[in-house]
């Protein structure tokens, strides 16, 4: 597996994002707001120049520290477990940091929590529905030097 991780644009993410986090939604509930912002960061994990991982952040304060958000993350079923998505948060991170934000942070799908939870993000509160009730929480990851 030969998988290039780099920014992309908001539509080559979007299919994806669609396929795996919206899936029998209408293809808009995939456009989000922040989407064409100039902050607004979308990595594709690439494989043969297609799109098998898609990750977008951008800078969202949380609880009123600086903060980046990242939302959308995900990777086609058949490359799940293969690294890639670990691979797209090792980038995110080493981004976040570059712009010396304080936090980085999700609404995490409750079934993804043990990904986010080996990457270092402390799962907060309790779980609630979002987009046609998908379960989730609050997960953070500190930024500190040693973080990667």
Same mark, same amino acid.
């Not at 594709?44 to 120049?49: R, V």
């Not at 670990?86 to 570059?98: F, G, N, P, T, Y």
């Not at 712009?99 to 043990?114: H, I, K, S, Y």
């Not at 309790?126 to 040693?146: C, D, I, S």
């Given at each position: 597996? /030969?998988?290039?991780?780099?920014?992309?644009?908001?539509?080559?993410? +979007?299919?994806?994002?669609?396929?795996?986090? +919206?899936? %029998?939604? $209408?293809?808009?509930?995939? #456009?989000?707001?922040?989407?064409?912002?100039?902050?607004?960061?979308?990595?594709?994990?690439?494989?043969?120049?297609?799109? *098998?991982?898609?990750?977008? !952040?951008? $800078?969202?304060?949380?609880?009123? +520290? =600086?903060?980046?958000?990242?939302?959308?993350? &995900?990777?086609?079923?058949?490359?799940?477990?293969? %690294? #890639? %998505?670990?691979?797209?948060?090792?980038?995110?991170? &080493?981004?976040? +940091?570059?712009?010396? =934000?304080?936090?980085?942070?999700?609404?995490?799908?409750?079934?993804?929590? $043990? !990904?986010?939870?080996?990457?270092?993000? /402390? *799962?907060?509160?309790?779980?609630?529905?979002?987009?046609?009730?998908?379960?989730?929480?609050?997960? #953070?990851?500190?930024?500190?030097?040693?973080?990667?």
């Amino acid at each position: 597996m /030969t998988v290039e991780i780099r920014h992309v644009a908001a539509d080559a993410v +979007r299919p994806l994002r669609h396929a795996v986090l +919206r899936q %029998g939604a $209408p293809l808009a509930e995939s #456009v989000y707001p922040v989407d064409d912002l100039p902050d607004t960061v979308h990595l594709g994990a690439l494989d043969d120049g297609a799109v *098998i991982g898609t990750a977008t !952040f951008f $800078p969202e304060p949380y609880e009123g +520290r =600086a903060a980046w958000r990242l939302r959308g993350m &995900a990777v086609a079923e058949e490359r799940r477990g293969a %690294g #890639v %998505g670990s691979l797209m948060l090792d980038e995110a991170v &080493a981004e976040v +940091r570059q712009n010396e =934000a304080d936090l980085l942070w999700c609404n995490a799908r409750t079934v993804a929590l $043990p !990904f986010y939870s080996r990457r270092g993000f /402390t *799962i907060v509160g309790e779980e609630f529905l979002v987009a046609h009730g998908v379960p989730h929480y609050l997960a #953070v990851l500190k930024m500190t030097p040693n973080q990667a």
